[in-house]
């Protein structure tokens, strides 16, 4: 029924930038909260940074002043704006969204497949 696909991730050196990209897709669908998450191997997934349908941000501590979050309603879409990168950076990144279903007006939650961050010179 709703369909997250996450782009942009790849390999960047330290002090590097990259914009990831997620697109929301679904009938009769209201996109509400969206967020980025990412996953270190052998580390549990944590919140990097949320926005509401509103426009309203927060971020995790480790990311402010680096990373950006934005998004599209007209174009279902999530942004995650990476700059100054670091090693410690390093993760796969997944986007989450917290839906509603016009008809019915139940509400969930869905992840997309993910995509890999890699910083290292």
């Known amino acids: 029924q709703v369909q997250l696909v996450e782009s942009g991730g790849g390999l960047v050196q330290p002090g590097g930038s990259l914009r990831l990209s997620c697109a929301a897709s679904?009938?009769?669908?209201?996109?509400?909260?969206m967020g980025w998450y990412r996953q270190a191997p052998g580390k549990q997934r944590e919140l990097v940074a949320a926005?509401?349908?509103?426009?309203?941000?927060n971020s995790a501590d480790s990311v402010k002043g680096r990373f950006t979050i934005s998004r599209d309603n007209a174009k279902n879409t999530v942004y995650l704006q990476m700059n100054s990168l670091k090693p410690e950076d390093t993760a796969v990144y997944y986007c989450?969204?917290?839906?509603?279903?016009?008809?019915?007006?139940?509400?969930?939650?869905?992840w997309g497949q993910g995509t890999q961050v890699t910083v290292s010179s």
């Open positions: 989450n969204a917290k839906w509603e279903n016009l008809g019915t007006r139940y509400q969930y939650y869905s």
């Open positions: 679904g009938s009769r669908i209201r996109f509400n909260d």
């Open positions: 926005i509401t349908s509103g426009g309203s941000t």
